[in-house]
């Protein structure tokens, strides 16, 4: 059974910080693409940032400074490191993968998804 399965979201104050983790099993994630996108309330879901085969990163124009992914190959999880957050980045954070490895913003060409979770940043 292959699994994505987000965790970290939760309740924070604008300026503060969160960490994401993204788990993987059933496979190993090794030589995917793997991405955070995320939903706000009314809208499509949105690219966020991107770690891929080759361990090169890539981020949303609106989000760079801010974030940092990163993956852990022995532990077959993506993080998502989120500081100086805004009210604008409400929203659930998914992660998704894609077994061909190379970069892509586009939220069709991921094959794997998690369930999401929760980041709500108050004012």
């Known amino acids: 059974q292959v699994l994505l399965e987000e965790s970290g979201g939760g309740l924070v104050q604008a300026g503060g910080s969160l960490r994401l983790s993204c788990a993987g099993s059933?496979?190993?994630?090794?030589?995917?693409?793997m991405a955070w996108f995320r939903q706000a309330p009314g809208k499509e879901r949105e690219f966020v940032s991107c770690?891929?085969?080759?361990?090169?990163?890539y981020y949303a124009e609106s989000a760079k400074g801010r974030i940092t992914i990163s993956k852990d190959n022995a532990e077959n999880t993506v993080y998502l490191q989120m500081d100086s957050l805004k009210p604008e980045g409400t929203a659930v954070y998914y992660c998704?993968?894609?077994?061909?490895?190379?970069?892509?913003?586009?939220?069709?060409?991921?094959?794997?998804w998690g369930q999401g979770t929760q980041v709500t940043v108050t004012s």
């Open positions: 998704g993968s894609r077994e061909r490895g190379y970069y892509s913003s586009n939220p069709t060409s991921y094959e794997f």
């Open positions: 059933g496979r190993t994630f090794r030589g995917d693409a």
């Open positions: 770690v891929d085969w080759n361990s090169r990163t």
